[in-house]
């Protein structure tokens, strides 16, 4: 599975992007976001509050279902005028 960080999240989680070769628990989108939450500080602060999520380039929600050949990408909430 290759996930994705953009924006805001990739500064401050230093990385743009990592795969994973287990997918070991992890069903959902939830899944996803809890294990990287688990990590060391800066990970529960920066993906803590709203989320986007997208599953292969498709908007998701927590409840999405994932496998090892998708690509899930985390963003901020999009704003501007």
């Known amino acids: ?3 994705l960080f953009f924006a805001s999240l990739r500064e401050r989680l230093a990385t743009g992007e990592e795969t ?5 628990g992890i069903a ?3 899944d996803v976001l809890e294990k990287l ?3 060391p ?3 529960p602060e920066a993906l803590q509050g709203k989320v986007m999520m997208a ?3 498709e908007m998701a929600n927590a409840d999405t279902p994932v ?3 998708d690509e899930v990408a985390f963003f901020p909430p999009v704003t501007g005028g």
């Open 1 to 3: 599975m290759k996930i």
């Open 20 to 24: 994973w070769d287990e997918l070991d």
């Open 28 to 30: 959902t989108v939830a």
């Open 37 to 39: 939450k688990s990590r």
């Open 41 to 43: 500080s800066p990970w």
């Open 55 to 57: 599953v292969n380039q």
């Open 67 to 69: 496998s090892e050949n």
